[in-house]
């Protein structure tokens, strides 16, 4: 792992060179062992918290636990390309625009004791934009190097807020072209729906059940690359126990070697179908 600016980390993409960095200002991380038509993103993963935010902030540690996607990063750790944030998003949200990354409450609660200043905004809405810059470079490589491109975009979602049975997991994907795309959406949700997991009989998967894809990071790469796929992907969290902040390794893991083989099975799929069509 190396430490690298912004414009070093866009340089070696261009370069095509393989690399594990985290950025100068340790707010996301980007590996890429290896070139390939497919990435693996964890915008919520992040947990940092900096400092000189912690007396001002209403929401305890437990709180921000609860609301950001623990092991999400871990669930896609051995693919050739990961890019992953590091902070957490009641600092700035990287799946939400920038204008409204920042919240002023969070899940109905008050979120600052008082309003953050200019200079405290622009520091987090600098280190937002930075990750975007280099997410541009990234797909835009694989775009000009493949033609198409799939993005595997995980999340993880608090089940017990519902009040009736919700999906293991679901995919949101309101903001993708579903005509062209639908049948690949429809793979992905079946591989997933025969995951072998730790005390579930039975792993349901479904589309749009609970979210819509309706994030920032699918938007993004949606609106500015026409040949990128983005899969919206929302476990319910059933590796933890979300009111006790306890994960679940043995759930983690069989999540995390069960992707390995499905996730490059669907990536393959998905070039060789759609790679005459750039």
């Not at 070696?12 to 693996?40: G, N």
């Not at 280099?134 to 979602?157: P, R, W």
């Amino acid at each position: 792992m190396e430490r690298l600016s912004v414009s070093e980390i866009m340089g070696r993409i261009e370069a095509e060179a393989h690399f594990e960095a985290i950025a100068e200002d340790y707010s996301f991380t980007l590996k890429i062992e290896e070139y390939v038509p497919y990435v693996c993103g964890a915008v919520h993963d992040g947990h940092q918290f900096r400092k000189e935010l912690w007396d001002n902030c209403l929401h305890t540690e437990y709180d921000r636990w609860f609301e950001e996607d623990p092991c999400t990063k871990e669930f896609v750790k051995t693919h050739p390309i990961v890019i992953a944030g590091c902070d957490s998003r009641f600092e700035y949200d990287l799946n939400r625009e920038p204008e409204s990354a920042i919240f002023d409450t969070a899940w109905g609660k008050q979120l600052w004791k008082t309003p953050l200043d200019k200079e405290q905004h622009e520091k987090s809405l600098a280190k937002h934009s930075n990750f975007y810059k280099v997410t541009h470079a990234l797909i835009n490589k694989l775009e000009a190097k493949f033609g198409v491109a799939v993005v595997y975009d995980m999340h993880s979602y608090n089940w017990r807020r519902w009040d009736r049975e919700v999906p293991v997991i679901n995919l949101g994907t309101s903001n993708i072209d579903n005509d062209r795309f639908g049948s690949d959406v429809e793979r992905w949700r079946q591989s997933l729906s025969e995951l072998i997991l730790p005390n579930l009989k039975e792993v349901s998967s479904k589309i749009n059940d609970t979210f819509f894809g309706n994030g920032y990071f699918l938007k993004y790469i949606t609106q500015n690359f026409r040949n990128t796929l983005v899969l919206a992907t929302e476990f319910k969290k059933i590796y933890c126990d979300e009111l006790q902040q306890r994960v679940f390794p043995e759930v983690v893991a069989a999540i995390e070697q069960q992707l390995q083989k499905k996730i490059v099975e669907h990536a393959n799929s998905f070039y060789n179908i759609h790679k005459k069509e750039a």
